[in-house]
């Protein structure tokens, strides 16, 4: 069932990406492809890059164990050239929350894939190898190859822009939200009244338009996925790790909502937690 949604994904990217690029559309500076604003497509790269995320780790972690060295090789090569296109997607975008969340998630699959060695020595020492090229990889990428420059340094002049007021005014909406607490919520999109048409963090939202009772049960359906861990298959785990912690990094500063990522959270909540049949 895991490798059914895995690969659906990477099939639907596709021909998602081929429209955006035929589009070629650009909003506020930066590429929004289909999209009216540009971090919306940041947004909706994340749920590929988990993906291919997964795929590199099941990869290193079979390469590291001795498995068909030239075919997993190989892939890897393959997997590795998706994950520095989407990066060059969410650069383009300059979404700086997908960007900080993808690299939260990249962190994560290196941590899991260490502790996965269990400190055996040689596995160990020829990850912190192919960990090292993969990063001159990701350098040179970006220093030698003329689209990912020009990429990385347009998500690089956002940042500098916006370094006077980092939050983007996500303090002030989150202060008014609490001041004007109510239980039941106030409704959708009634946050149009200060001029916003969302509070950029996915529970603040919540409690905003649905109130305290609908945060505690969507609280509730987060934890409930991540304790089922230790009923579920080792991969599935990984999976569903992933899938959480970005959740969890792109709720932080935006909302969730029709999102792939977001259907990645439901997806994985309703995985069989047999170990036998994961």
Not at 37 to 50: A, D, E, K, R, Y
């Amino acid at each position: 069932m895991k490798e059914v949604v895995l690969n659906g994904v990477l099939l639907a990217y596709i021909p998602f990406l081929i429209l955006c690029f035929q589009e070629n559309h650009f909003m506020f500076g930066a590429f929004s492809g289909i999209f009216e604003n540009p971090n919306t497509l940041g947004f909706s790269m994340i749920g590929l890059m988990v993906v291919v995320l997964m795929k590199l780790y099941e990869i290193i972690v079979a390469m590291l164990e001795g498995h068909r060295q030239l075919k997993l090789t190989i892939l890897l090569g393959v997997y590795t050239i998706i994950y520095l296109f989407s990066l060059y997607v969410i650069m383009l975008s300059n979404a700086r929350t997908s960007l900080l969340t993808i690299a939260i998630v990249t962190i994560v699959m290196i941590v899991l894939v260490v502790k996965r060695m269990k400190k055996r020595f040689l596995p160990l020492l020829k990850f912190i190898f192919l960990l090292i090229a993969a990063c001159l990889i990701l350098v040179i990428a970006i220093n030698e190859v003329d689209m990912m420059q020009k990429a990385f340094q347009s998500i690089l002049l956002k940042m500098e822009k916006k370094s006077t007021n980092i939050t983007d005014g996500r303090l002030e909406i989150w202060k008014y939200v609490f001041e004007h607490f109510n239980f039941w919520g106030h409704g959708a999109e009634s946050l149009w009244a200060i001029g916003v048409s969302h509070a950029h963090n996915t529970f603040v939202n919540i409690l905003q338009e649905a109130g305290l009772l609908s945060l505690v049960c969507y609280a509730v359906f987060l934890i409930s996925i991540a304790k089922g861990h230790s009923q579920m298959d080792k991969q599935l785990v990984v999976f569903t790790v992933f899938v959480v912690v970005a959740a969890l990094g792109v709720s932080t500063f935006e909302i969730l909502y029709f999102n792939v990522l977001h259907i990645l959270v439901f997806v994985v909540s309703g995985f069989d937690r047999n170990k036998n049949s994961a």
